[in-house]
Nanobody, 121 residues
């Protein structure tokens, strides 16, 4: 059973934009820390961005100024607006949740989805 579902991944040229979305019927995003991590092919996963229950956000240095994380509590969706994409952003992107802010802010999650592929060329 898939509890988190990512969407929006695509192939895009460098400098372009994509908007990723994450949805779930199993969790309330308003009550937990949610975020995104990515894993390039053959490389280790890395945290991208997270947003806490109080709305505080954190970003990896590599995406600051280019990516924006947000959530819509009414729709129970999580989004990642990605602008000025670079080839090094190419990866499988996953959304996840964690009840602990510290872990979540590091891109460590208890539950995550199947991912959506982002390819920048």
């Amino acid at each position: 059973h898939v509890q988190l579902v990512e969407s929006g991944g695509d192939s895009v040229q460098a400098g372009g934009s994509l908007r990723l979305s994450c949805s779930t019927s199993a969790y309330r995003f308003s009550r937990i820390c949610v975020g995104w991590f990515r894993q390039p092919l053959g490389k280790e996963r890395e945290g991208v961005a997270a947003i806490g229950t109080d709305g505080r956000t954190i970003y990896a240095d590599s995406v600051k100024g280019r990516f924006t994380i947000s959530k819509d509590n009414r729709k129970n969706t999580l989004n990642l607006q990605m602008d000025m994409l670079k080839p090094e952003d190419t990866a499988m992107y996953y959304c996840g949740i964690n009840g602990d802010w510290t872990a979540c802010s590091r891109g460590v999650f208890s539950i995550w989805g199947q991912g959506t592929q982002v390819t920048v060329s």
